[in-house]
């Protein structure tokens, strides 16, 4: 299935297209983003990932506590995990370099996942970083240099980034995640930097949601991405 992921994306890249992923668990994740890593390297070009999401998922098999898939694949796109899913780089390489990865919205990492994120030096801003600087600041932050650049910026989205109260539509919810403004405003962000390429959208789960709240705020969401706004700003 990864190796199917891995060839849509790495075609529709190829077409000039735009790909966007509808999940489904986070391990598609290593197909999409594995090819979309080969697709920069191909064409000499930088990478931003930004990886909106409650949960590291930065396991390995040998580590984890659950042995689920969904947990794994920013180990296995650093390079480290079973060789089927490391391979997937298809160049012997580490898909993706960790410092262009950023994690933002992390409130349940598991003990020897918080080694592993520290020993690859991931740039991580967890739940905490978002109390103390404020979405704004932190975005800016994760965001600094792509507009006006020639980077690739890839979008890993989870629903269960989203506080529960608001999404409750996904299998692995975690509290105290950011609110309907604070998501908003991520995704207005990432629209005003012009370098949207590719994204995943995953964890939502038709049958766990409430009269398609999560699914509803999720379109909100994404037509915020993609430049709706309620304003015409000035810059634009």
């Excluded at 190796?3 to 197909?31: F, I, N, T, W």
């Excluded at 098999?61 to 969904?70: M, R, T, V």
Aim: glycine share 10%.
């Amino acid at each position: 299935a990864l190796q199917a992921v891995h060839q849509a994306v790495g075609q529709a890249l190829d077409d000039g297209e735009l790909p966007l992923m509808l999940g489904g668990d986070h391990s598609l994740a290593m197909g999409s983003i594995s090819a979309v890593a080969a697709h920069c390297r191909r064409l000499g070009r930088a990478l931003r990932v930004i990886w909106l999401d409650a949960h590291a998922d930065c396991n390995t098999p040998d580590i984890s506590p659950s042995g689920n898939l969904h947990g794994m694949p920013v180990a296995s796109l650093c390079g480290l995990g079973p060789e089927p899913l490391t391979a997937l780089s298809q160049g012997g390489d580490p898909a993706l370099d960790a410092a262009s990865l950023c994690q933002i919205g992390l409130r349940s990492v598991d003990d020897q996942e918080k080694r592993l994120l520290h020993s690859l030096d991931i740039e991580v801003y967890d739940m905490r970083a978002i109390d103390e600087l404020g979405m704004r600041e932190v975005m800016r932050r994760a965001l600094d240099g792509l507009a006006g650049s020639d980077t690739h910026l890839h979008l890993s989205f989870d629903v269960d980034y989203l506080d529960p109260d608001i999404a409750p539509g996904t299998g692995t919810p975690v509290r105290g995640g950011p609110s309907y403004r604070e998501a908003q405003l991520c995704m207005e962000m990432l629209a005003d930097t012009g370098r949207l390429g590719s994204m995943d959208l995953v964890e939502l789960n038709p049958a766990l949601d409430l009269r398609n709240q999560t699914a509803e705020l999720v379109v909100d969401l994404l037509e915020s991405l993609f430049g709706k706004s309620t304003l015409v700003r000035a810059d634009r």
